[in-house]
């Protein structure tokens, strides 16, 4: 399985903007589905975003509006554009391989190490 790193977590005033990024190995990004998600202090995870191998892009209710999801195959790199953060949006946010092309399989649901995000009030 690959390796994923996040980066670009930091503590921000409510209304403020992040922008999180995704290293991956090579040629990851663009065979694999590759999503978001975001946990909270002592609370279950929370899927967050998705972008899939057609292109498409997806949003959990909470976000939708605020984050926006995007690669650069070229630099490996995934990311999420995060404004207008509420203090609810406070989570460690990781990156995740979904479903991959099949010579890619092996790095199907890899996971990050995460990035801290607090929003204050």
């Known amino acids: 399985q690959g390796q994923l790193e996040e980066s670009g977590g930091a503590s921000v005033e409510a209304g403020g903007s992040l922008m999180l990024s995704c290293r991956a190995p090579?040629?990851?990004?663009?065979?694999?589905?590759m999503e978001w998600y975001r946990q909270p202090a002592g609370q279950q995870s929370e899927w967050v975003s998705r972008?899939?191998?057609?292109?498409?892009?997806r949003y959990g209710d909470s976000v939708k509006g605020r984050f926006t999801i995007s690669k650069d195959t070229a630099k490996n790199t995934l990311y999420l554009r995060m404004v207008m953060l509420k203090p609810e949006d406070t989570a460690m946010y990781f990156c995740?391989?979904?479903?991959?092309?099949?010579?890619?399989?092996?790095?199907?649901?890899?996971w990050g190490r995460g990035t801290q995000v607090t929003v204050s009030a």
């Open positions: 995740k391989t979904g479903t991959c092309t099949w010579f890619h399989k092996s790095k199907e649901n890899s």
């Open positions: 972008f899939s191998l057609h292109g498409d892009t």
């Open positions: 090579a040629r990851t990004i663009d065979n694999c589905e």
